[in-house]
């Protein structure tokens, strides 16, 4: 199948995709949207919001209508490494025996990661990383496609443990994720309290999506996009000839190179799944926010004034 014609085909699923998933979840659609980007893209997403907001649901039922396996890590603060990456045995003949772990499946939810220490947070840098896991001195791969989706709860909460900057930077996407519309709650309580119990088709298979991934990465960009991504990054970055003024103001640390990097994949994933065969510049602004919002650190003056980084992004434009 030609290029082009794949693209058609993804856009035709992408579509389909959408409606099964919401035979399940109300509304959501630019979190959907975020996530479907990033599982296309390869990459991994943070998402950010109060408990009780159907996280858990929402990425049970995208995994299962990507037809892949799905396992959801319950993070507390006693969790070992070994929980999540398995351990070694002893089996009746003598003989180690490696005993998988939950990391071992095509999507993980990883549920309030920062309720974890940094030692259990930082178990899942080398599975997110490499897709690979090394225990015991052996290293064991990951089945393709692998997706980790992390939940966090505001940092503001008791017992939390703040995700590093370094592993924030592993994540393609944060996406925050808001209370419904009116409306929509109405639907979700008649949805959720009623015997109807939706039935979602898996549409995908792993090899599908892995060659949907190679598609993208196949698809050409221009200069000039290019270089308006790696210019957006570059502004984020205080005291640099490039900074921007409001940069300068309000932000203490800004995005690295894989900002760039995931600005220009995203792009081209935007622009895939609206049935375009080159991303262009509104592409790169329509992912921006989810891609620079965790990377970009505020001071205590934004804080006082009450700007929000969204407002700080928008204005780089």
């Known amino acids: 199948m030609s290029d082009v014609a794949a693209i058609g085909k993804l856009v035709e699923k992408h579509t389909q995709l959408k409606s099964e998933i919401a035979k399940v979840i109300v509304g959501q659609e630019k979190v959907i949207d975020e996530i479907l980007l990033a599982i296309f893209s390869g990459g991994h997403a943070l998402l950010i919001g109060v408990p009780g907001l159907a996280k858990t649901l929402m990425v049970n039922t995208i995994a299962t209508a990507l037809g892949l396996d799905f396992k959801r890590i319950q993070f ?13 045995i002893l089996d009746e003949s003598r003989q ?8 071992f499946s095509n999507i993980i939810l990883a549920d309030e990661i920062n309720r974890t220490p940094p030692k259990t947070q930082a178990a ?10 090394t225990v015991s001195g052996h ?3 990951l089945d393709l496609p692998y997706f980790v989706l992390a939940t966090q709860n505001p940092i503001e909460q008791e017992g939390t443990y703040p995700l590093p900057e370094a592993q924030l930077d592993r994540f393609m996407f944060a996406i925050h994720l808001d209370y ?7 639907d979700v309580v008649k949805a959720t309290t009623s015997d109807k119990k939706p039935t979602v088709s898996s549409l995908f298979t792993a090899q599908e999506i892995i060659d949907f991934q190679q598609l993208i990465r196949r698809i050409p960009v221009a200069d000039n996009v290019i270089e308006y991504a790696v210019q957006l990054v570059s502004k984020t970055r205080p005291k640099t000839t490039s900074a921007a003024q409001i940069v300068n103001d309000y932000i203490d640390w800004g995005a690295g190179p894989r900002a760039s990097q995931n600005l220009i994949l995203g792009a081209k994933t935007h622009a ?5 065969y080159s991303p262009d510049i509104e592409d790169v602004q329509a ?13 205590y003056k934004a804080e006082a004034e009450g700007l929000s ?3 700080i992004i928008k204005s780089l434009f």
């Open 180 to 186: 419904p519309s009116f409306q929509e709650e109405i």
């Open 124 to 133: 899942l840098l080398e599975a997110m990383q490499e897709r690979i896991v």
């Open 76 to 88: 507390t603060p006693d969790l070992m490494p070994s929980d999540i990456l398995g351990s070694e």
């Open 272 to 276: 895939a799944v609206k049935g375009k």
């Open 287 to 299: 992912v921006a926010e989810g891609i620079l919002r965790h990377r970009l650190i505020k001071n």
């Open 139 to 141: 290293r064991y791969s």
């Open 96 to 103: 180690f025996k490696f005993i998988k772990g939950p990391v």
């Open 309 to 311: 980084i969204e407002d």
